[in-house]
């Protein structure tokens, strides 16, 4: 199994985090049912190395500078979105033998073929929630499009058999649909039909005046 390494935190000033964050590492928290949390450090390219290897669920190592080692996944992860870099982690201690929910991110595969007919592809549920235990947690869930035509939709209950563990979700919702293609008007023909509608009005207009002229005999 991948092994990452982690140090224990000590100092938790905010002076000492921005340190550490500044010195390569992460600062993050060890916790799970059956230990105390503990304040850790990883260094940032060691675990997104880990993160590649081991998938958004992935199970690893995370051993402390004791020596000793947790089976963990990673919870939550915090980024700093203007330095596009990780600011804190979430390890949790997870028990192999209890079944869990874990969210699994959806991919499509393959060409709608309503997509070639101007149809619009919209993908509506990007994660899907699974409960297995930790080691049955898929990395992705993929799901094919290539038979979507135009006004078709693929919900939960179209893909539960094709995923070897229980899918929380509801059976109704919808993962994928393709959508008709937008009809726009065209600005010319708008144009258009707006100056013979102002001719037909004005011709209306002159005709009513006509008839309002004294000594005009009908």
């Known amino acids: 199994m991948t092994v990452l390494k982690a140090k224990e935190r000590n100092d938790l000033t905010g002076h000492q985090t921005k340190q550490i964050r500044n010195e390569g590492f992460v600062p993050g928290v060890l916790y799970g049912k059956k230990i105390e949390s503990k304040p850790v450090s990883v260094e940032s390219v060691a675990f997104l190395k880990t993160l590649r290897e081991v998938g958004q669920n992935g199970l690893f190592d995370l051993q402390l500078e004791s020596g000793k080692k947790h089976h963990v996944m990673v919870q939550e992860i915090q980024v700093d979105a203007l330095k596009n870099h990780y600011t804190h982690i979430d390890f949790f201690e997870v028990d192999m033998k209890v079944e869990r929910d874990a969210n699994v991110p959806v991919h499509l595969e393959g060409d709608a073929p309503g997509a070639s007919e101007g149809g619009i592809v919209n993908h509506l549920l990007y994660e899907i929630t699974v409960h297995c235990l930790p080691a049955d947690i898929p990395e992705s869930i993929t799901v094919d499009i290539s038979e979507l035509n135009v006004g078709d939709t693929l919900s939960i209950a179209e893909i ?59």
Not at 166 to 189: C, L, M, R, S, Y
Not at 191 to 204: M, Q, S
């Open 160 to 218: 539960r058999s094709s995923v070897s563990v229980e899918i929380v979700n509801e059976d109704e919702e919808a993962v994928v649909t393709v959508q008709p293609p937008t009809v726009t008007e065209d600005p010319d023909e708008t144009e258009e039909d707006n100056t013979t509608a102002l001719g037909v009005e004005a011709t209306e207009e002159r005709e009513d005046d006509n008839k309002d002229r004294p000594g005009r005999v009908e």
